[in-house]
């Protein structure tokens, strides 16, 4: 344009001022040219910083692929984690303590959850809660504030809890399919056959459904499947409900007493270990810390990963309590103090007996998901050591699946989850006590891994000072748990002691 401007000037003007034109022209080319040069250096700057923010686009500050979770897909884990079949052992457990101290002891763990999953948020990132270093899991969260000797006890607790929380998954799914079973066979015969029906065909099937699922390859792909199970727990929650409240309704009264089983139709002591069991069974009602830094892990910032999580807690435990406080009320209400420890068995001859059958699928396939989501940490931890160890073994390739994109096989991820479903399975299959394999667990999982750790955690990272009044709340806190987990834990092996008496392995009917 300049040059064209100059051009028409220099036709117009006199000889002198083409002199001039002349000079002004070879002045404005140079300095294009210099404009030129400098354009091309402010294009590269230009470059780099589009492609450094495609780079934040696509990854988060650690370098992982950007993280995609909200309040509502971390609400479905939660959900998916805690609505797990710990609700269908609240009537049971109410029936064991009554209508006073029941509703209490719900109150006091749903308090104490909440409490302590505020506390275990703070510990996904050490020091600034923004952009300080993310820790990614349980174990990583206690090994970089607490350190010592804390990381292997840690380890040997969280681990070990979910795998028995796989085990009693499995013992779970197998009773509900039982009772589809049996349930349809009742209806069929008339009433006139027995319609016994042994559990192992039912656990075979779950742990072979299981392992197609368990090749998921992380957490972070499971979120479609904790949503699927997220509905299906609302399913059977609100259909044990229905059914609760239409058999009183159908009777008019309100079952069950302000003390629970009386002593006299049990004896003393199985009164004493039905409370601490049914301690243990609301205890494993509430149990997801576990695994709650794994699901803070998957979620998007900003806002802050924390500030996200304490939402999603809120809310989860607040939808969650009121469920497990409806489900275990009107269940007890309906039944008394002869409540099933598996609130839905017990509907399990009533009509519409299709209506049971809908809310026992609905349990069986919300446990698919619920297994993955205690499961997939453990994966993590044993693929991530043997990946230190042996470098080669997380080695993928890709097998094209017609219609949707290939999938990374990792034989090693084939052959040790494989090898993991089978063991469940195989322990599930010997131990088949659904009640007391839950108390176990809540007992053993509550106090260390939901206040003990995310206590001392917090202490250490917010430095509260020793003998300050908040210091010994949060220390009374933690007692007070601990009591009520040994307690619970008592109760529980009590209970599987009794059982083991009239056992015989691989042989049970129901």
Known sequence: MCVQILTRKFLAHSSHQEQEQTLSLRSTIKTNHSHHNQGFAMEAHSI????????????????HVKRTGTVWTTSSHIITAVVGSGVLSLAWAMAQMGWVVGPA?????SVVTLYT????ADCYRSGDPVSGKRNYTFMDAVQTILGGHYDTFCAVVQYSNLYGTAVGYTIAASISMMAIKRSNCFHSTGGKDKCLVSSNPFMISFGIIEIVFSQIPDFHKTWWLSIIAAIMSFAYSIIGLALGIAKVAETGTFKGSLTGIRIGAVSEANKVWGVLQGLGDIAFAYSYSQILIEIQDTIKSPPSEAKTMKKAAKISIGVTTTFYMLCGFMGYAAFGDDAPGNLLTGFGFYDPYWLVDIANAAIVIHLVGAYQVYAQPLFAFVEKWASKRWPKVDREYKVPIPGFASYNLSPFRL????????ITTIVAMLLPFFNDILGLLGAL????LSVFFPVEM?????????WSQRWIAMQILSFVCLVVSVAAAIGSVASIVVDLRKYKPFHVDY
């Open 117 to 120: 999953s505020a506390l275990l």
């Open 415 to 422: 052959v040790w989850r494989t090898g993991f479903v089978i």
């Open 48 to 63: 780099d910083a589009v492609s450094s923010q495609t780079h934040s686009k696509l990854y988060d500050d650690d370098g």
């Open 445 to 448: 999982g509550f106090w260390p």
């Open 458 to 466: 917090s202490i250490k990272q917010k430095k509260i000072p020793k």
């Open 105 to 109: 002891v719900m109150i006091f763990f």
